[in-house]
């Protein structure tokens, strides 16, 4: 982790425990030798433990449909 991230942890209206992170964005164009930074906060969510695999699953729905969509449109040219 970048070591001028500042952590802190909070409790959220539904009771959860949020991880907050502030660091920097590095950021650059393709072709452009200059860098852009910017401070940023990332939020980190657990998700609850009761959804056995309902999260996962529902992504790898969502993966599959887009493969099987990109697989039909290349097919078709």
Do not use: C, F, Y
């Amino acid at each position: 982790m970048n070591e001028q991230a500042k952590k802190n942890e909070v409790v959220n209206s539904q009771n959860t425990v949020e991880r907050k992170v502030e660091t920097v964005d590095h950021r650059s164009s393709a072709g452009q030798s200059t860098q852009e930074e910017r401070n940023v906060q990332v939020v980190h969510q657990p998700h609850s433990t009761k959804t056995s695999g309902g999260v996962l699953a529902g992504a790898a729905a969502a993966v599959a449909t887009t493969l099987q969509s990109a697989k039909e449109a290349i097919s078709k040219k």
